[in-house]
């Protein structure tokens, strides 16, 4: 069930001009807007981690420790995955998704940065798209950052080898600790520094570096847009800001353009 949305229609008609005007626009994503494809966000109101509690800040490295316990402990969750891997397991785009994709296709969106892990975005048809935090469904070699599906590293060790180098391979997702892997990080400086609007989707602008970005933005002298069931600390700094659901208000803005 979707929240109310409170924004009116001169509010979305304006972001549309916007967006029409703009030179060279991205976007920058976070767990709000999966939040209607049935993934909880994990701040705020029933976040994952306002009801779990915070995960230990030192993932990467518990991981680097021990990559053969972190695998197995994995492989065991297969059978009963943890509730953030079956929402994703079970999740399929929602309008949100599919209108960022829609803007993309009319030339209108240059490059979305998406901290969501879900690979929604890709199965909505976005082409340019950068994962900073990784994706879910696929696999990173440590030592020479290949990636790919789980498919192209299953082999019967513990941890997986990388074919190409022999390094240790881990899940895509960026864990906590770990550096964000360059190509990720160099893609976002690149967009966001070309970026004279970006709109800001539901994320809570708490976690860096894509904290920064929008910021980088406004340094630059360009604008964003906020998107956000509630307001966030970007939320002053907005020339629009446009309270509800993503859902909602992205559609809307593709029907006002
Ligand atoms: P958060 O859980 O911190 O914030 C989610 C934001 O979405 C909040 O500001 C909500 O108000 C907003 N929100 C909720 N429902 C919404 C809706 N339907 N439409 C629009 N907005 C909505 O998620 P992120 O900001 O994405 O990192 O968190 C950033 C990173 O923190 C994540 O990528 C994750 C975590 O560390 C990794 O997994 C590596």
């Not at 001169?10 to 029409?20: D, E, N, S």
Request: hydrophobic fraction near 40%; include cysteine; charged fraction near 20%.
């Amino acid at each position: 069930m979707n929240e109310p949305s409170t924004v009116d229609e001169a509010q979305l008609q304006a972001a549309a001009r916007m967006i029409t005007a703009a030179r060279y626009c991205t976007a920058l994503v976070g767990a709000g807007i999966s939040k209607e494809s049935g993934i909880p966000t994990f701040r705020g109101e029933g976040g994952l981690w306002t009801r779990q509690g915070e995960p230990p800040m030192n993932g990467y490295q518990i991981f680097l420790q021990d990559p053969r316990a972190w695998w197995l402990e994995r492989l065991a969750q297969v059978r009963t995955p943890p509730e953030f891997a079956r929402a994703i397991d079970a999740a399929q785009p929602n309008p949100g998704h599919l209108a960022l994709a829609e803007l993309e296709r009319r030339g209108l969106l240059r490059h979305l940065i998406t901290q969501n892990v879900d690979n929604l975005h890709v199965l909505a048809g976005s082409d340019n798209l950068t994962e900073i935090h990784g994706n879910r469904r696929k696999l990173r070699c440590i030592a020479c950052g290949q990636r790919g599906p789980m498919r192209d590293f299953a082999d019967d060790q513990v941890p997986p080898h990388c074919e190409h180098c022999g390094g240790i391979v881990k899940t895509d997702t960026v864990m906590f600790g770990e550096p964000i892997p360059p190509d990720f990080l160099r893609a976002s400086v690149h967009h966001t520094e070309r970026s004279d609007l970006m709109l800001v989707i539901g994320t809570s602008a708490t976690v860096y570096p894509a904290a920064d970005f929008p910021l980088q933005v406004l340094r630059g002298g360009g604008s964003i847009i906020e998107i956000n069931t509630t307001e966030t600390p970007f939320t002053p700094y907005a020339a629009i800001s446009l309270l509800g659901p993503a859902g909602v208000i992205l559609p809307r803005i593709i029907a006002a353009l």
